[in-house]
C-alpha cells in the first residue's frame, strides 16, 4: 500500500498577531511568549454608565488576529468585550479573526431542558459568527456538540494531556479515573488511556443548579486511589459525590483533575473536607485572591494553545498536536 503523504504547512504572508481582552491576560502573556511574538496593543475601558469601550492600537490590516478571551466571571462583560474586539479587527481590515476562547460563555446552556428556555450557547456562536469571526478555539468545552451551532472552522482542544501528567508516578499505580456522571465518560476514557488506568462510573441524578445526589457507583474501585475529573467546577457539586466513593471502597485520598476552575464560594468550603487531597485545573481563568485554596493547584495551557495557534497560522494539522 502507498505510504500517505504527510501534509506540508502552507507558506502564509500574513503576520501572525495575538492580542488579549482584559479576561485572562496573564494566560496571553505566556502564549505570545511560547509563540516569541510581542502581545498586541489594545485597550478596554468601562464608561461611568458601565458601557465598555475597545480600541486597537496597533495596525493589524492584513493580518491573522488570534484574540485571547475566556469569558469567567463576570461572564456578560467578557462576552461583551469578545465581541466589540472582533467587530473592531473585522473594521480595521484583519486578514483573519480567530476568537481563541478556553473557556466558552453558556455552554451548559446547550439545549432546551424545558419548555421556553433560551439556547444560551447558539446565541453565543450566532452573534461571533455574524461580526465576522472567522474561527473559534476552546478547550473541554462542557457540551462537544456546540461545535455544530457554527458554520465557520472550529478547533475543541484538551486539556488531558496537560493534567493527566500531574498523575504519573508510583503513587499512582493504584489508581482509577472517575467518571462524574455519563457526560464525562468520553473523557474520562481519554484520561484512562492516557495513564493507562481503569475506568469508574458514578451515577447521579442532579436535584438543582448546584446539587447532585449520586445513585451508584460502577467498577472496581475498592482499595484504590480515585482521580476524579470534570471540565468545569463552579459550585463543587462533584465533591458532594465523593462519600459515593468512599463507601464502595476507596482510599480516603481523592485527587482531582478539573479543566476550568470557576470555584464560588461554595466549592472553597466543600474543599476543605479531610479526604480531597488536591485539585488541579488550568490557568484558563485567572486564580484570582478569593479563588485561592492550599489544595488548588494550577497547571498551564498556554503551551497547548501556542502551538494550535502556531499550526493554525501555518495551515498545519491540530490533531498531529495531541497524537504526538
Not at 446552556?109 to 473559534?136: D, F, H, N, W
Amino acid at each position: 500500500m502507498a505510504q500517505a503523504r504527510r501534509k506540508t504547512a502552507k507558506k502564509t504572508t500574513h503576520p501572525l498577531c495575538v492580542f488579549s481582552g482584559s479576561a485572562n491576560r496573564p494566560l496571553a502573556e505566556a502564549v505570545a511568549s511560547e509563540l516569541k511574538v510581542r502581545l498586541g496593543v489594545c485597550h478596554t475601558t468601562v464608561l461611568p454608565d458601565s458601557e465598555t469601550h475597545v480600541i486597537i492600537e496597533d495596525s493589524v490590516r492584513g493580518d491573522d488576529i488570534f484574540l485571547i478571551q475566556p469569558c469567567g466571571a463576570p461572564v456578560n462583560d467578557h462576552l461583551m468585550e469578545l465581541l466589540l474586539y472582533v467587530d473592531a479587527f473585522r473594521r480595521a481590515s484583519a486578514h483573519s479573526i480567530t476568537a481563541v476562547v478556553p473557556y466558552f460563555p453558556y455552554a451548559r446552556q446547550e439545549r432546551m431542558a424545558r419548555g421556553r428556555e433560551a439556547i444560551s450557547a447558539k446565541v453565543v456562536a450566532e452573534t461571533l459568527e455574524a461580526l465576522g469571526t472567522t474561527r473559534v478555539i476552546y478547550m473541554d468545552i462542557h457540551a462537544p456538540a456546540i461545535q455544530g451551532f457554527f458554520n465557520i472552522p472550529v478547533d475543541p482542544l484538551t486539556a488531558v494531556p496537560v493534567l493527566a501528567e500531574r498523575f504519573r508516578g508510583k503513587k499512582f499505580r493504584n489508581a482509577v479515573i472517575v467518571a462524574p456522571d455519563e457526560g464525562r465518560v468520553k473523557m474520562a476514557g481519554k484520561y484512562a488511556e492516557t495513564l493507562d488506568l481503569p475506568l469508574v462510573l458514578m451515577h447521579k441524578r442532579r436535584l438543582g443548579f448546584d446539587r447532585t445526589e449520586t445513585t451508584h457507583v460502577v467498577g472496581d474501585i475498592n482499595g484504590r486511589i480515585p482521580i476524579v475529573i470534570d471540565d468545569i467546577i463552579a459550585g463543587g457539586s462533584v465533591l458532594d459525590q465523593l462519600g459515593a466513593l468512599l463507601k464502595a471502597g476507596a482510599k480516603p485520598e481523592v485527587h482531582l483533575a478539573i479543566t476550568h476552575g470557576v470555584l464560588t464560594q461554595s466549592a472553597h468550603k466543600r474543599l476543605d473536607r479531610p479526604e480531597i487531597k488536591e485539585l488541579w485545573i488550568t490557568d484558563s481563568l485567572p486564580l484570582s485572591p478569593e479563588k485561592k485554596h492550599p489544595k488548588v493547584r494550577v497547571t498551564s495551557i498556554a503551551p497547548t494553545l501556542a502551538s494550535a495557534i502556531q499550526r493554525i497560522h501555518e495551515g498545519s494539522s491540530i490533531g498531529e498536536l495531541f497524537r504526538k
